[in-house]
């Protein structure tokens, strides 16, 4: 489930070099050189999130801002500008702008920025159930670990999810077998070890945070490390 970032940019190199970082993050990048490219890519691709340099060729990245969100675009936006006044950033951020980033940047700031607007944006996303850095859409039936997409069997997909509806709660295996297996596999206890440990490698294949856990003699929860 790699998200999508649309950067228009008209410095080129500045812009390669903003592309090749995120890509490195493993998110999946669009550049345009400048304004009216930008805003017809933002339109017709739908990317999950905006990078704007303020001053474009032909439409600026205020204009973009505007026009998008008078047409209900509730894409976020991050805009990038030299223009460091307060009355600048009162002004993007009234264009619709979600966040700022003054030119110089570190990339660390600009690549914290981008996390933590797209978060906050599945978090609020109905379709999504989220724990830590775990994600389940509902509706796409893709799962990802951070920016790394999870392919799940069907079971598999719906006993994470079941265990995402019920975060930090213990769920017996009577409960688990009854809801996935039946009353007939009540007393075969082992078959939910076996998706639980699939599950598992699955999730800690590129992160060993573990979030799936045993309580023993009782069943499973879905919690933080400790």
């Known amino acids: ?4 970032i649309l950067l228009v940019e008209d410095d080129p190199k500045l812009a390669k070099f903003i592309e090749s970082e995120l890509t490195l993050e493993r998110y999946h990048v669009t550049v345009a050189p400048n304004g009216l490219d930008g805003l017809t890519i ?11 340099d303020w001053m474009l060729p032909g439409i600026s990245g205020l204009d973009i801002c505007l026009r998008l969100r008078s047409t209900g675009v509730q894409v976020p936006i991050i805009m990038l500008t030299a223009k460091d006044e307060v009355p600048d950033r009162v002004t993007g951020l009234n264009a619709g702008a979600d966040d700022y980033v003054t ?10 920025r981008v996390k933590a607007r797209l978060h906050r944006t ?5 379709d999504n159930l989220q724990f830590e850095d775990l994600v389940l859409n509902g509706l796409t039936h893709e799962v990802c670990r951070g920016n790394q997409l999870i392919e799940l069997t069907a079971k598999e997909f719906n ?13 017996t295996n009577d409960r688990i077998l009854a809801k996935f297996w039946g009353c007939d596999f009540i007393s075969e206890s082992k078959i939910i070890e076996v998706y639980i440990r699939a ?8 992160n060993s945070k573990r979030l799936l856990h045993t309580v023993r003699g009782f069943g499973y929860v879905l919690r933080e490390q400790r």
């Not at 489930?1 to 999508?4: F, I, V």
């Not at 933002?42 to 704007?52: N, S, T, V, Y």
């Not at 006993?159 to 213990?170: A, C, H, K, W």
């Open 199 to 206: 599950l598992r490698i699955k999730l800690e294949a590129s």
């Open 103 to 112: 030119k110089p940047f570190s990339m660390e700031e600009l690549l914290a």
């Open 42 to 52: 933002a339109r017709d691709a739908q990317p999950h999130l905006l990078i704007l």
């Open 159 to 171: 006993l994470l999810e079941f265990m995402l509806q019920n975060p930090r709660q213990v769920i």
């Open 122 to 126: 599945q978090a609020n996303d109905p």
């Open 1 to 4: 489930m790699s998200d999508r």
